[in-house]
Nanobody, 116 residues
Framework: QVQLVESGGALVQPGGSLRLSCVVS????????MGWYRQAPGKERELVAS???????NYADSVKGRFTISRDNRKNTVYLQMNSLKPEDTGVYYC??????????WGQGTQVTVSS
């Protein structure tokens, strides 16, 4: 069973920065894909950023140039660096892990609120 634990969510002012972390209980070598999703109130969950085992990254148009996904294989941790935050970035951010047989695992989520 894969467990994911997110952290780093907070209340931040517009223009500020946050770094989210997701610690995974298994090696990244068993993952084909990892991603960060977010869900705003009343909206569907959307993919924000992803990274494959080949370290290819992909970003939602709304966050390109502001967010960066990365991972540390030694720490089994994936990060989401978020800069120039906007109120529309507010939501619960979830870490997602897809293993080599395409089974999905999710973290419990961490709240990000961008407000003055």
């Amino acid at each position: 069973q894969v467990q994911l634990v997110e952290s780093g969510g907070a209340l931040v002012q517009p223009g500020g920065s946050l770094r989210l972390s997701c610690v995974v209980s298994v090696s990244f070598f068993s993952a084909q894909f990892m991603g960060w999703y977010r869900q705003a109130p009343g909206k569907e969950r959307e993919l924000v950023a992803s990274i494959t085992n080949a370290l290819w990254t992909n970003y939602a148009d709304s966050v390109k140039g502001r967010f960066t996904i990365s991972r540390d294989n030694r720490k089994n941790t994936v990060y989401l660096q978020m800069n120039s935050l906007k109120p529309e970035d507010t939501g619960v951010y979830y870490c997602n892990f897809v293993n080599l047989i395409s089974k999905n695992y999710w973290g419990q989520g961490t709240q990000v609120t961008v407000s003055s």
